[in-house]
């Protein structure tokens, strides 16, 4: 038996809230150290790899397969080097500002931009349900499950300027984070409160 009460609404639910909203809502995005730790690991690792791959190679060469020595540590240095390069894109923190006239914030590749509401057609969050390690291997999710996407649909003809304004020849922008529940539960709030009915809720795949 219930009391009668009105459950309060989900914040993954289109439409605004009931409770009055704050002036701003921010939201730091940033990669947490785990993700940082493993990151350096694993392509330092690579690195490691590649080098003693090259060195054999190069200063003790096997009687048969030195091309594919070679081949296989050029491979496995140039993984290493690109993982330690998009260390500095991952170090990154973004900060999404949600006010009464719209979105503020910095795009994955740099540069601050601000969308007002009234130049989009619609908010959705996109996420990724968290699977088991091979559970998420067989699905082949497993770069897919790491990140969730702020997908903002432009207004046709909207008037932008600065980083927006390059957005206007697509339908849909995506702005990737990290797939966390407290950063999705925090951006879907802002969201709600900010875009009103705008905010198509959040889709979970």
Known sequence: MTDGAIPPPSPYDPGAPLT???????????????????????????????????????????????????????????????????????????????????????????????LPWAALDSVTIETWEKLGFWETLLHRRLHLARFSYLLLALRPGADLSGVPAAWTTWKVVRLPFWNRPELVHALAY???????ATFQGVSVR
Do not use: D, M, N
């Open 20 to 114: 009055p909203p704050p002036a701003t809502h921010q939201v730091v995005v940033k990669a947490t150290r785990g993700t940082i730790f493993g990151q350096t690991i694993f392509g330092v690792l690579l690195l490691l790899l590649g080098c003693a791959a090259l060195a054999v190679a190069i200063v003790q060469p096997p009687p048969e397969g030195r091309v594919v020595v070679l081949v296989v540590g050029g491979v496995f240095s140039l993984l290493g080097l690109l993982v330690c390069l998009t260390l500095k894109r991952t170090l990154r923190s973004q900060t999404y500002t949600f006010t009464r006239a719209g979105l503020e914030g910095t795009a994955a590749v740099g540069g601050r931009f601000r």
């Open 190 to 196: 802002g969201c709600r409160t900010f875009a009103g």
